[in-house]
């Protein structure tokens, strides 16, 4: 082929970055094939069942689980950093009940960061403070901010609770039920870190330009909002009110009612949240877990016709189409029984995810490269004005 040819030959696109391997992490490792997700390499399931949001967080950081000192330390600061500033809460005061939660996590970040001493400090150092400040600080953003829109003064923090106790504690006024807070803890875990996902990438690439890391986050609350990526456990719930709950309803009866709801909507080709996921080819690796969580929630709060729409729902589109559920299905349910609003299920995402989006940045930031790629352009050939 002749030099001429190759400068004119259309350049292969890859719509939605498909396939592209962009850079190389050490945080997480989601493996399709063999149906996987590790965090620093240990099977997030393992995680799950036995470790704390704490000490995952800790673990995405810093590459490594904490000794008992280093757990400690962390849980000190934590415990240290819960409140907001009279200024913040007067912001999110200002900001209309109507509008979407996200739109608020949003808002608090910009204005935590704003606040924060070290925002224009990239030392490795900062950084780790400013995550750690971020993750202590975002339950009483996304608690706050549910209160109020019901009318209800904030309450706050306790020093004697841990992360999910303390998060329980501020949205509702009650101590949680070990077994709610285990559920939650485990949601906390799963939702943590993803990979390249659409948001994280946007954490890199804004990191990529040297801004700061709250900007980053700004950025990957933004991505996070959509439908087709954190809003989806939202969505999920909203089909669940769609069909109706009913609660006398028997499991039989509800599991009947939703397949047939379902079958009505793949037939009208309607879009269905709470299913597929991109990477993963035989089901989405933390669903297992999340259902597990899912059903003793159900148990607990004697709930089982949920159970049966579940079922329905997941039997007849892996029936109809082959498709499983991703994590968003068993945790929008699960939230909703917890008491959170349906628009709070993706702040909570927030709040978990803030652990591995900051994971991200440092890596991004300690190995950077500006990330530009190319396009290729499909409108009009040269022309001039007249």
Known sequence: MSTADQSTQ????????????????????VNPESNSLLYRGYP?????????????ALLLWNGELP???????????????????P????????????????????TAISVLGAQHPKAEDASPEAELEKSKA??????????????????KGPISARDDLSYSENLLWMAFGEEADPEVV?????????????SFNASTFTARVITSTLADLHSAVVGAVGALKGPLHGGANEA????????????????????KRAKEWMDQALAEKKKVMGFGHRVYKNGDSRVPTMQDALFRMLDHYDRREILGLYNGLARSMDEAKQIKPNLDYPAGPTYWLMGFDIPTFTPL???????????HIMEQRAANSLIRPLSAYNGPDERHLD
């Open 44 to 56: 997030v399931q393992e995680l799950a069942a036995s470790r704390t949001i704490e000490e995952v």
């Open 10 to 29: 259309e350049p292969e696109v890859h719509k939605g970055l498909a396939g592209v391997v962009a850079d190389v992490t050490a945080v997480s490792k």
């Open 349 to 359: 995402f927030v709040c978990a995810r803030l652990t591995g989006w900051t994971a």
């Open 67 to 85: 000794t008992a000192q280093e757990l400690t330390e962390f849980e000190e600061f934590e415990r240290a950093h819960r409140d907001l500033s």
């Open 236 to 255: 999920v719930m909203h089909t669940f009110q769609e069909l109706g709950i009913r609660k006398d309803e028997s499991e039989e009866d509800a599991e």
């Open 87 to 106: 200024e913040l809460k007067a912001v999110i005061d200002a900001l209309p009940t109507d509008c979407h939660p996200m739109d608020v996590c949003r």
């Open 182 to 194: 285990d559920a939650f803890n485990v949601s906390m875990i799963l939702y943590a870190e993803h």
């Open 134 to 151: 971020l993750f202590a600080a975002m339950p009483a953003v996304v608690c706050y901010d549910q209160r109020r829109r019901h009318g």
